[in-house]
């Protein structure tokens, strides 16, 4: 989930491992919520997307889960590999669409471990 | 095909000293952004440019801060006088469509203030 300051959510799993990775927001005009992935001494990369008219989303490995409801978003990395070890960000747009859907109010990240 | 480019990688500075970052965005891509990254405060936008003109840079700190993109090749990112709580990664992303969040990141410049 969301934290402030430096001590970022951890998740460690084993390889093979599905992966749950969660996040809270609070914009409740949000409608399109991403997440990326940074791997370390890199920039974030775009891993899925998806629109507040949906409530799931797959894509190669990966499932995101949203519910508008109780403002919460998840990942679901199915058999997780050590390839995937890196910092995961959810991002929302605060309802800016338009012409304005790269305006991301990124959330503070976790950190997943992937042991081999 | 060549990413998005950003130079210098690495930057250390004294305090009061003029940095330029600069930011070559991918071929055909018609919207740019530069977001700063600290442990502190993560991810923050700092300003966007949709075919070269800026939209929004309410996230722009303060007047020391300035970005400017000339073309639809290049953008820069300027901070005079610089400050050391400006030490931070700074990252440029484009983008092929404006109704898409899926931005392709530089691999960012690190910035050190002394």
């Known amino acids: 989930g969301e934290s402030v300051g430096l001590h970022l959510p951890t998740l460690s799993v084993q390889e093979g491992d599905n992966s749950i990775i969660n996040c809270a927001y609070s914009n409740s005009a949000s409608d399109y919520f991403i997440w990326y992935k940074q791997e370390s001494g890199k920039g974030p990369q775009f891993i899925i997307d998806?629109?507040?008219?949906?409530d799931k989303r797959q894509g190669q490995r990966v499932t995101v889960l949203l519910n508008k409801t109780v403002k919460h978003l998840s990942l679901q990395i199915a058999a997780t590999q050590p390839g995937d070890s890196a910092v995961y960000f959810c991002?929302?747009?605060?309802?800016?669409?338009?012409?304005?859907?790269?305006?991301?109010?990124f959330g503070q990240g976790t950190i997943l471990t992937v042991h081999p | 095909d060549a990413g998005v480019i950003q130079s210098p990688r690495h930057e250390v500075t004294e305090m009061g000293q003029e940095v330029t970052l600069r930011c070559k965005p991918i071929?055909?891509?018609?919207?740019l952004f530069w977001y700063r990254q600290t442990m502190m405060r993560g991810l923050e936008l700092l300003i966007y440019?949709?075919?070269?003109?800026?939209?929004?840079d309410s996230g722009m700190p303060e007047d020391r801060f300035s970005a400017k993109m000339p073309n639809a090749s290049f953008s820069t990112l300027k901070i005079q006088p610089s400050e050391p709580r400006d030490s931070a990664v700074y990252f440029c992303a484009s983008s092929p469509r404006t109704a898409s969040g899926e931005l392709f990141f530089g691999e960012g410049s690190r910035l050190t203030v002394l």
């Open positions: 071929s055909g891509h018609n919207s």
């Open positions: 998806i629109r507040s008219n949906m």
């Open positions: 440019f949709n075919n070269n003109v800026p939209i929004d």
């Open positions: 991002a929302e747009n605060g309802g800016a669409g338009g012409t304005s859907y790269g305006k991301l109010t």
